[in-house]
Nanobody, 121 residues
Framework: VQLVESGGGLVQAGGSLGLSCAAS????????FAWFRQAPGKKREVVSC???????YYVDLVKGRFTISRNNAKNAVYLQMTGLKPEDTAVYYC????????????????WGQGTQVTVSS
């Protein structure tokens, strides 16, 4: 299983950014995916999940601002982020597992290397 995130960067508050996760080495359409983030000094937390069937979940903090999607033909998962806030600053990780737990999130994810998102005020 290999996951490679891209698309992070520096953006001003209120701006938008799109993250991508390219997956390889496993049957993509059978896996649940999630975007997690980890801010300095904080634990890694789930942001959004998408099941193999396409059901989605969002943590309350990002509902209405972030959109997760997947393209099974391209073996890719995306996170479109709008209305970004300084508190969204974190390293964002893509995770995947064949087994989905609560809310369709991967139960024991394999992680990518992460991509930094920095939102300036």
């Amino acid at each position: 299983v290999q996951l490679v995130e891209s698309g992070g960067g520096l953006v001003q508050a209120g701006g938008s950014l799109g993250l991508s996760c390219a997956a390889s080495g496993f049957p993509f359409d059978e896996y649940a995916f999630a975007w997690f983030r980890q801010a300095p000094g904080k634990k890694r937390e789930v942001v959004s999940c998408i099941s193999g069937e396409g059901s989605t979940y969002y943590v309350d903090l990002v509902k209405g601002r972030f959109t997760i999607s997947r393209n099974n033909a391209k073996n890719a998962v995306y996170l479109q982020m709008t209305g970004l806030k300084p508190e969204d600053t974190a390293v964002y990780y893509c995770g995947a597992d064949r087994i989905a737990g609560m809310w369709g999130c991967p139960l024991d994810p394999t992680w990518g290397q992460g991509t930094q998102v920095t939102v300036s005020s």
